[in-house]
């Protein structure tokens, strides 16, 4: 069985601070893992995705993200906010076994405050 | 581009009614997936398929079920609808290893 927990139901920045949005993982083989925004009254778009190459991925919009195995994590990071980062945030685990199943997260709401 | 197109974006049914809920893609994906989603919960998979004629339990497939005809539509249905089936719906498809497109989602208020 595979699960995912982000740890935040709601994060609040301010402009110009960094952006950290946790994300625990479990899962009995090896994960996929991804990080998908959803901005007010608009569809799902993929932020990025680790899939055991490289342990630190790079996304769009200045998005990163760093899968740990030993902390069993992969948490979201930016530098900097941006007003326009103000969205919904899912965590997403995938096994690959057979075809694939994405499991999310419960979602982290970010604001960003002017 | 992938597109995942959900025929309505908007829809009112009353308490009892057979809802259709219609999902094409046009990028010839084995994967398709039925989701809903809800404030403090995210997404929950209803159904899913990974080929035609085949269609497999997600985790609360209670009150719903799936038809595939076709490789490129992928239909969820409510038989007999409740209010506690307002949702957002949200359809996706996907190739394996890469990832899932989304459509825009259908908002579901049953009355």
């Known amino acids: ?114 | 581009d992938v597109k995942v197109t959900q025929s309505s974006r908007y829809l009112v049914k009353r308490t009892g009614e057979k809802v259709f809920l219609e999902c094409v893609q046009d990028m010839d994906h084995e994967n398709m997936f039925w989701y809903r989603q809800d404030p403090g919960l995210g997404l929950r998979l209803i159904y899913f398929s990974y080929d035609v004629k085949m269609k497999e339990k997600g985790d609360i497939p209670e009150g719903y079920s799936v038809s595939r005809e076709k490789k490129e539509r992928f239909s969820l249905i409510l038989e007999s609808a409740s209010t506690n089936q307002t949702s957002m719906y949200l359809c996706a498809s996907s190739l394996q290893v890469h990832g899932y497109t989304f459509g825009s989602g259908t908002r579901l208020t049953v009355v």
Not at chain 1, 5 to 28: A, K, M
Request: overall charge neutral; aromatic content about 12%; charged content about 15%.
């Open chain 1, 1 to 114: 069985a595979q699960s995912v927990t982000q740890l935040d139901s709601h994060v609040s920045v301010s402009e110009g601070t960094p952006v950290l949005l946790r994300c625990n993982y479990s899962s009995s083989y090896s994960p996929s893992l991804f990080w998908y925004v959803q901005h007010p009254n608009k569809g799902l778009q993929l932020l990025l995705k680790y899939t055991s190459a490289a342990t630190l991925v790079k996304g769009i919009n200045g998005f990163e993200a760093e899968f740990k195995k030993s902390e069993t994590s992969f948490h979201l990071t930016k530098p900097s906010a941006h007003m326009s980062d103000a969205a919904e945030y899912y965590c997403v685990v995938s096994v690959i076994f057979g075809n694939e199943k994405l499991t999310f997260g419960t979602g982290t709401r970010l604001t960003i405050i002017p």
